[in-house]
T-cell receptor, first 111, second 114 residues
């Protein structure tokens, strides 16, 4: 069965630290890749997406992610986090008409 | 045990029919949701139910009606299905009332309207 793995369940960082959240998937075909963010008390927002082309994609609020096909990975990065980045981050993979979510990574940024 | 389960996984039907998608969560959460994956593959919230009461209805045609017999179940009924209803629908749940807690998603139902 297809799966999406987010190995970091809970990450705690100080402001200005760099962030990298891992996402790996287990599908060998063509994929569309997403990172969604859920701020406290709010619904999902799309951070960024990859459909094709440049494997390094930039999203909102200074986030970026790199698609490495050989590693089946789509890790999320931000060079310098802010307190307002405290949220749940979900990686998702779309293959054909199927959509698979990771279990989410909780990020807490300490001022 | 699956935390959030929705059935069926696939649903193929004719235009004009009425169909339902069921969702159940065994996490003890207070709030359940229906999301739709749109044509651009983005997820959008449709409904939110807290303790059997509707708290969000995001500009969804009234052919779509959520039904929550108890807080562990939120079913989605769709009347007079149209071609444009073809999409993947996701159920989710979270703890908490007016503030959305961490979401737990079902595996999706792929609806195809012919």
């Amino acid at each position: 069965a297809q799966s999406v793995s987010q190995h970091n369940h809970h990450v705690i960082l100080s402001e200005a630290a760099s962030l990298e959240l891992g996402c790996n998937y287990s599908y060998g075909g063509t994929v569309n890749l997403f990172w969604y963010v859920q701020y406290p008390g709010q619904h999902l927002q799309l951070l960024l997406k990859y459909f094709s082309g440049d494997p390094l994609v930039k999203g909102i609020k200074g986030f970026e992610a790199e698609f490495i096909k050989s590693k089946f990975s789509f890790n999320l990065r931000k060079p310098s986090v802010q307190w307002s980045d405290t949220a749940e981050y979900f990686c998702a993979v779309n293959t054909g008409n199927q959509f698979y979510f990771g279990t989410g990574t909780s990020l807490t940024v300490i001022p | 045990d699956t935390a959030v389960s929705q059935t069926p996984k696939y649903l193929v039907t004719q235009m004009g029919n009425d169909k339902s998608i069921k969702c159940e969560q065994n996490l003890g959460h207070d709030t359940m949701y229906w999301y739709k994956q749109d044509s651009k593959k983005f997820l959008k919230i449709m409904f939110s139910y807290n303790n059997k009461e509707l708290i969000i209805n995001e500009t969804v045609p009234n052919r779509f009606s959520p039904k929550s017999p108890d807080k562990a179940h939120l079913n989605l009924h769709i009347n007079s299905l149209e071609l444009g209803d073809s999409a993947v629908y996701f159920c989710a749940s979270s703890q908490g009332g007016s503030r959305v807690g961490k979401l737990f998603f079902g595996s999706g139902t792929q609806l195809s309207v012919l």
